[in-house]
């Protein structure tokens, strides 16, 4: 059971359609129970993601490559770079892989998680 509070920005809990109705607007949900998160709140995360790219493709300091990683090149126990599928690879300071469920192809994930695509 959720707790009462006294903060208008914390948490409520909708004990029944009617405060449900209040809190989104008829018609704004279903059931008849729920709870309100007023500090929450939703975000375009693409169109943030654009607008981000282009604030660091000013710093002229990042290249952004669009390729498929084979392979991590390791020094020791560091990544220092990526062998690509087009038969390049890139070393650098600090390389970042979008590589999403494709993950485990380039390291072990037994045990740790299950990346699906």
Known sequence: MMQESNDPGAVQELKNRKE?????????????????NFRSGWADAEAGMVWLRKQVEATKMVTFLHDEALSL?????IVTGVNLKSGSSVKADLIILATGAWTGKLIDLRGR?????
């Open 113 to 117: 998680a299950q990346a699906t695509p």
């Open 73 to 77: 090149i390791f020094s020791s126990s």
């Open 20 to 36: 449900i109705d209040k809190a989104v607007g008829t018609g704004g949900g279903s059931g008849d129970w729920g709870y309100i």
